[in-house]
């Protein structure tokens, strides 16, 4: 039930509820994005715009709705082919000082074009409004950094089956997601044309999720000693090895009940190296062949441990 004591704050509520209605239908299927989308009318190419509040989403929304087709301003949800659901609420506006309730306005009393009905996600755009921006700058993301970036702004993205790779699968099939540093939304309007136009990427990622079998309790006594502290891998939702910008150790993103964590440096190494549970002897053993572990490693490997643990990826077997 929605109520409201005026009829603007009734409008804000069933909006808002309305919302939440459907992101609860859709967890666990779609991925979804808090973000505007808008679509060129001709093709179903869409463009999501990603970014915390004060970005600009919804004034980059009326200000592009005059040439693309308006998809939504408030959740891209993204099916696992590619296609959006489309979400095409009244714009919520502030018109009068807050704590005023905002304006629910119609796209079609704004002027906006409608988009077709089967838009297709075709490049992911985190937004980054500076009042000082000259010229708007169009930086690409590794994935890596785009998913740390992108992560925040989901809902429900650990209920999803495999929530990394579907992440790394859709910003493969969008040529890989930018970011925009802009002034003003018809900044937006220059740049975002020939981006929608970029090609699809090839996958270099893996999935890596994957367990060990568990050395049976003699084994680790032999090994490593029946007073030694055991480490294992906690349980996760995801996690993919991603090729690091430089080219050189590739990088982990995993997705714990805490969140997506990125792992670099002797990070992904430690991961691998307890693809069964050792101690932080075993774990130095089985990374020195790979990556080589110079005088006084120690504390390094011990503080790298450490903060793996805080961050629920390892635990004490």
Request: hydrophobic fraction near 40%; proline fraction near 7%; include cysteine.
């Amino acid at each position: 039930m929605v109520t409201g004591r005026t009829f603007r704050q009734f409008a804000a509520d069933l909006t808002s509820a309305i919302t939440l209605a459907g992101i609860t239908a859709g967890r666990g299927e779609l991925v979804m994005l808090h973000a505007a989308a808008l679509a060129d009318t001709g093709t179903g190419r869409t463009v999501a715009l990603v970014g915390r509040s004060g970005m600009g989403k919804t004034t980059a929304t009326r200000r592009l709705g005059a040439t693309l087709g308006y998809v939504t301003d408030e959740t891209v949800a993204v099916d696992g082919a590619g296609m959006i659901v489309p979400y095409a609420k009244p714009l919520s506006l502030i018109v009068e000082e807050l704590p005023a309730p905002k304006h629910q306005i119609g796209p079609d009393d704004l002027g906006l074009l409608v988009a077709p009905a089967s838009p297709t996600l075709a490049l992911v755009v985190l937004l980054d409004r500076k009042p000082n921006a000259s010229t708007p700058k169009v930086t690409p993301l590794s994935h890596a950094e785009a998913i740390i970036e992108l992560a925040p702004h989901t809902s429900s993205l650990g209920e999803v089956r495999q929530p990394v790779s579907r992440l790394c699968g859709i910003l493969d099939a969008t040529g890989g997601a930018v970011r925009v540093t802009y002034r003003e939304a018809g900044d937006l309007a220059v740049v975002l044309p020939a981006l929608l136009e970029q090609p699809a990427i090839r996958k270099t990622w893996r999935s890596v999720l994957h367990r060990g079998t568990e050395p049976s309790s003699e084994e680790h006594s032999h090994l490593h000693g029946a007073h030694s502290r055991v480490l294992k891998r906690a349980e996760l939702l995801d996690a993919v090895e991603i090729p690091s910008p430089n080219g050189q150790d590739p990088e982990l993103i995993v997705m714990t009940g805490q969140g997506v964590v990125r792992l670099s440096g002797i990070g992904p190494a430690i991961w691998h190296a307890l693809a069964t549970p050792c101690d932080l002897v075993g774990i130095s053993e089985r990374i020195a062949p790979h990556i080589g572990l110079p005088g006084g490693y120690e504390s390094h490997l011990l503080e790298s441990v450490e903060k793996l643990r805080s961050h629920g990826i390892l635990l004490d077997a």
